[in-house]
C-alpha cells in the first residue's frame, strides 16, 4: 500500500523551517516569548501613537493580511511530513486546524501524517473532510482507498480505489492506484486477479522502488493464497532486495516454508 504526499506549494528551504526544526519545548518557549513581546510592544505604540485613530488601525490591519499566522504553521507542518516527523506534523496541522478551521488542506496534511502513522480512522475523517472541498483530489481518493481497506472497509475502499485510478493524473498517480488496487485485491482475497495486477503494477512502472517493493510483496502474498510457495518466496526476497521489508511478510515467508516442509527454518 503506498500514499503520496498532499500537493502544495510551500517552499521547502526557508526561516520557519528552520526554526521548527528546534526542539519542541525551544518552540513552544519562543513562541510564549514572542507574544509577550507582541503584545508588549503593542501596548506601547498605542502609548505613544504617532497615528491618528484610523490610519493607525488600518496600517495594523494591513500587516495581519500581509502574512497570516497559518500559512508559517502550514509551512512548518510540511516540512515535518515531508521530514518524516509524523507526529510532530501531526500536531503541528492540530494546531492549524484549531486557527483555520475550513482551511481543507490542512485536513488533507493530517490525514496523510495519521495515515502513515496506523491513524485509519482519523486518516479517513481527515481526507473526507479534504474531498469534501476538493472531491477529484487523487491523494484523497488514494488515502481513502489505503484507510478503509486496512480497517475492513473493502466496499468503500474499492470505490475510492477505483476513483484514484480513474483520474490519477500522470505516470506516478497512475502506478500509486495500480499498486494499491493490487493490495486491495489481495486483502479481498481475490489472488489471481491480484497476481495479475499486481504484475502489471510491476511491469508498469519498475523505474519507482518503493512501488516496486510493495507489488513484489503483494504479488507474493497472493501467490501464497494460491498455494504456489516457492514463486511467492521469489517475490518475498525480490522486496527484500530492493530493500524494503514488511513485518507481515516474515510471518509469510515463515508461512511459505512451513508449508513447504522446512520446519526449522520456518520456527527461526
Known amino acids: 500500500m503506498y500514499e503520496q504526499q498532499p500537493a502544495s506549494d510551500v517552499p521547502r528551504e526557508n526561516i520557519v523551517q528552520r526554526f521548527f526544526a528546534q526542539p519542541f519545548g525551544a518552540i513552544v518557549l519562543e513562541i510564549v516569548m514572542t507574544i509577550v513581546v507582541t503584545v508588549a510592544a503593542s501596548q506601547a505604540f498605542d502609548f505613544f501613537d504617532p497615528f491618528a485613530g484610523e490610519t493607525a488601525a488600518s496600517a495594523s490591519t494591513s500587516v495581519i493580511e500581509a502574512r497570516h499566522p497559518l500559512e508559517s504553521v502550514t509551512e512548518s507542518g510540511v516540512a515535518y511530513a515531508r521530514a518524516g516527523r509524523l507526529q510532530a506534523a501531526e500536531a503541528i496541522f492540530d494546531w492549524a486546524v484549531a486557527i483555520a478551521p475550513d482551511e481543507a488542506r490542512s485536513y488533507a496534511w493530517r490525514g496523510y501524517a495519521r495515515l502513515r502513522t496506523g491513524d485509519y480512522a482519523g486518516a479517513q475523517a481527515d481526507y473526507r473532510r479534504w474531498l469534501e472541498a476538493e472531491p477529484r483530489d487523487f491523494t484523497g481518493h488514494s488515502g481513502l482507498c489505503w484507510a478503509l481497506g486496512e480497517i475492513g ?48 503494477s510491476l511491469e508498469y512502472a519498475p523505474e519507482y522502488e518503493e512501488l516496486r517493493a510493495l507489488a513484489h510483496y503483494n504479488l507474493g502474498r497472493a501467490l501464497l493464497g494460491l498455494g504456489q510457495e516457492r514463486a511467492a518466496l521469489r517475490h518475498f526476497e525480490a522486496a527484500l532486495r530492493i ?26
Open 153 to 200: 472497509e473493502f466496499a468503500s475502499a474499492e470505490r475510492h480505489c477505483r476513483r484514484a485510478l480513474d483520474i490519477a493524473f500522470n505516470r506516478t498517480e497512475f502506478a500509486i492506484a495500480l499498486e494499491n488496487w493490487c493490495w486491495l485485491q489481495v486483502e479481498l482475497g481475490a489472488y489471481e486477479s491480484a497476481a495479475r495486477d499486481c504484475r502489471f
Open 243 to 268: 530493500g524494503s521489508s514488511y513485518e507481515k511478510m516474515y510471518l509469510e515467508i515463515a508461512a511459505a516454508y512451513a508449508r513447504l516442509g522446512y520446519r526449522p527454518t520456518a520456527d527461526g
